[in-house]
């Protein structure tokens, strides 16, 4: 079974960067569909990024476009989503998340059937 586990979050002010981490144990992720979601109180968790398969083609969302890149590390089974100009709008807590093996789509909660614990990330202004 594998598990995840986040890190990296933090509180900054906004215009800074962070990176996070996902730590996969258990399998290798390096073929799998690996995403990050955010959670702002109040709101539905929603779709940050995506990397997919051994290309590692990406996809993140359009409120992020430009600022927010998602990378793996294959050698370390760890997945990062490095975050620049940080918006007080990114507040929220960032949950890794694996993919269904039979996902063809990437982009909703019930498309990943494995989460990690979460991490908060904090932006002020």
């Known amino acids: 079974q594998v598990q995840l586990v986040e890190s990296g979050g933090g509180l900054v002010q906004a215009g800074a960067s962070l990176r996070l981490a996902c730590a996969a144990s258990g399998r290798s992720i390096s073929s799998s569909g690996m995403g990050w979601f955010r959670q702002a109180p109040g709101k539905e968790r929603e779709f940050v990024a995506v990397i997919v398969g051994s290309l590692g083609y990406t996809s993140v969302a359009d409120s992020v476009k430009g600022r927010f890149t998602i990378s793996r590390d294959n050698a370390k089974n760890t997945v990062y989503l490095q975050m620049n100009s940080l918006e007080r709008e990114d507040t929220a807590v960032y949950y890794c998340?694996?993919?269904?093996?039979?996902?063809?789509?990437?982009?909703?909660?019930?498309?990943?059937?494995?989460w990690g614990q979460g991490t908060q990330v904090t932006v002020s202004s």
């Open positions: 998340a694996l993919a269904r093996t039979s996902s063809t789509s990437y982009y909703r909660r019930g498309d990943y059937d494995t």
